[in-house]
């Protein structure tokens, strides 16, 4: 028997560069500059509070919401560490990862037709994940803004059927973040449109040159923001899928509803973890951090001098490049580093519009040092032909 | 100079232009800090870390030892610690707080080298008045590295 799968999947087409991902995956003996996720195991204070866990046999269900006491620790870290108030009670949900917290929110505000305005280059979920849910996706170009959403651009983009504007700041592909006095200016045209703010901020902990600015703390943004976080980046946590929503009690209690249905709740262990990661986490964040910027420097140095054009990382762990120099499109440029250097990039059309992003590639150094060193020798002699 | 050292005690094989890279200083500055360095005698030398249980052949044995000693008059300990570590099987000697007073780390061909090393040089000395020795038997983990191999990769070779 033939299975038809739904009309609303078969809208989402085949992803243009999943060919190049089954090949990285098949090989073997490369170096890969092309992996979203850090490199070092969870710190183990947090993986002992996971085991301590099991032990105790916490192998149940929670509450839909989250265990109390995370939300509560949730709670108290963003209070101390950016003067907001989000209740334990009304305005907290804990999530499957910063991933599960995205869909919900799109899930719970959109209206079939609804426009969802999402600043590309992007992480890659923003786009279909809006489609999934029956609203009509759009694509903000910010390539010649250095990457940066800018009032003017947003105003430029926004119809009458206008509802989300997603954020992600320090960004996925780019590493580009905002400062307050950006983000004030994107907030007075999300008051103007009467917009509701998904704002990403997974990479918040890996904000290396400046303080970071949580979105809802920019006046009149938090009534309608939902933030959006995660343990999977600044606690390198990825596999433990954990993360949490903040924002009005309305939406949070909208999402909890599909929560309820779709998850039922977190893994009960990595919100134990979560906990420890937030109360006794601070240390190994920033020895991840030193050593994230040690390789940010050296990496953005080294393209420099090989006369590679990209918007300066602030943040997060990626640089986008443009390979325009080479005479080669970033997916040719990838395919063949690939075979003939062995070094893996991720093309920049899987990050938005084939049109705007055909001559970039995204480049992350969660790789040690050593091998960072090797891949760009490598690229350094691939130009070198 | 504070991030030089840091970057060196970590990994001594970056060279003076990796680390003007990553400091974002030019490659001349970093070379005569460098240089001042090791000049002051604050950089000792450059030395690998080596897994010996994997070197073919070759193992030396290690032991640690507990020495009571009683202080010199008007020298303290340094006067005995001094006759102590300038044996070339010694190989790291501290003065400790608690029940004994310095901490050695010795180093032989075998078990039989080191003991009688103990036996007949360092328990009869003037001022040592007890050892214990403890031998190695195995190395977990030293200066922050981990030498039981295990380390898991789960991560898929790309991942948006
Ligand atoms: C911007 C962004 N948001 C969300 C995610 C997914 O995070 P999580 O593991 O919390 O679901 C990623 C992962 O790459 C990301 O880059």
């Known amino acids: ?385 | 100079m504070k991030e030089i050292i840091e970057l060196l005690e970590q990994n001594a094989k970056l060279s003076a232009e990796d680390i003007a890279k990553i400091l974002k200083r030019d490659v001349k500055s970093v070379k005569s800090a460098i240089g001042k360095l090791e000049q002051k005698k604050v950089i000792l030398g450059y030395k690998a870390i080596i897994n010996e249980d994997r070197v073919e052949g070759f193992k030396p044995v290690r032991a640690i030892v507990e020495v009571q000693v009683a202080p010199k008059r008007n020298l303290g300990f340094d006067y005995i610690a001094e006759r102590i570590y300038k044996f070339p099987e010694v190989k790291t000697c501290y003065l400790v707080s608690g029940t004994y007073e310095l901490l050695l780390i010795l180093e032989g061909e075998n078990i039989h080298e080191v003991s009688q090393f103990v036996a007949e040089k360092l328990a009869p000395l003037e001022g040592v008045r007890g050892t214990v020795t403890h031998f190695y038997l195995k190395k977990y983990k030293e200066d922050g590295v981990v030498f039981a191999a295990q380390s898991a990769n789960s991560r898929n070779n790309i991942t948006l």
């Open chain 1, 1 to 385: 028997m033939k299975i038809q799968i739904s009309d609303q999947l078969q809208s989402i087409p085949p992803s243009g560069i999943r060919e190049f991902f089954d090949l990285v995956l098949g090989m073997e003996d490369i170096i890969s500059l092309g992996i979203g996720e850090p490199d070092f195991v969870t710190p183990w204070n947090i993986c002992e509070a996971g085991i301590y866990a099991l032990e105790r046999g916490f192998t149940s269900y929670t509450s839909n919401q989250g265990i109390e006491s995370l939300r509560r620790n949730i709670s108290g870290y963003l209070s101390k560490r950016y003067k907001i108030k989000y209740d334990y009670k009304d305005n907290i949900l804990i999530t499957v990862g910063t991933s599960e917290g995205y869909d919900l929110a799109i899930r719970a505000i959109v209206n079939p037709g609804d426009e969802v305005l999402i600043p590309e280059p992007c992480y890659v979920s923003y786009y279909q994940v809006a489609k999934l849910a029956g609203a009509k996706p759009k694509y903000i170009p910010t390539k010649d803004s250095n990457f940066k959403l800018t009032a003017e651009g947003l105003s430029r983009a926004i119809t009458k059927k206008s509802r989300i504007l997603v954020l992600n700041y320090p960004a996925n592909p780019t590493g580009v973040s905002f400062k307050e006095n950006e983000l004030k200016k994107i907030a007075k045209v999300v008051k103007q449109h009467d917009l509701i703010v998904l704002s990403d901020e997974i990479y918040s902990e890996l904000s290396y040159d400046f303080d970071h600015t949580i979105f809802s703390a920019i006046p009149a943004m938090k009534e309608r923001t939902v933030y959006i976080n995660g343990f999977s980046k600044a606690y390198a946590m990825t596999g433990w899928r954990i993360g949490y929503v903040c924002g009005p009690k309305d939406i949070i209690q909208g999402m909890n509803k599909i929560h309820q249905y779709t998850m039922l709740c977190a893994p009960i262990m990595s919100q134990m973890a979560a906990s420890e990661a937030l109360l006794r986490g601070e240390s190994a964040v920033k020895a991840m951090n030193r050593e994230y910027i040690k390789r940010r420097n050296y990496v953005t140095e080294r393209l420099g001098q090989l006369k590679f054009d990209f918007p300066y990382p602030e943040g997060a762990f990626y640089i986008f490049a443009s390979v325009k120099h080479t005479g080669l499109s970033g997916k040719e440029f990838s395919y063949r580093l690939l075979n003939e250097k062995k070094v893996a990039v991720v093309p920049g059309v899987a990050f938005g519009s084939s049109e705007n992003n055909k001559d970039y590639i995204r480049i992350c150094y969660t790789t040690e040092f050593e091998k960072l060193k090797s891949a760009l020798d490598r690229i350094e002699q691939f130009l070198k032909g």
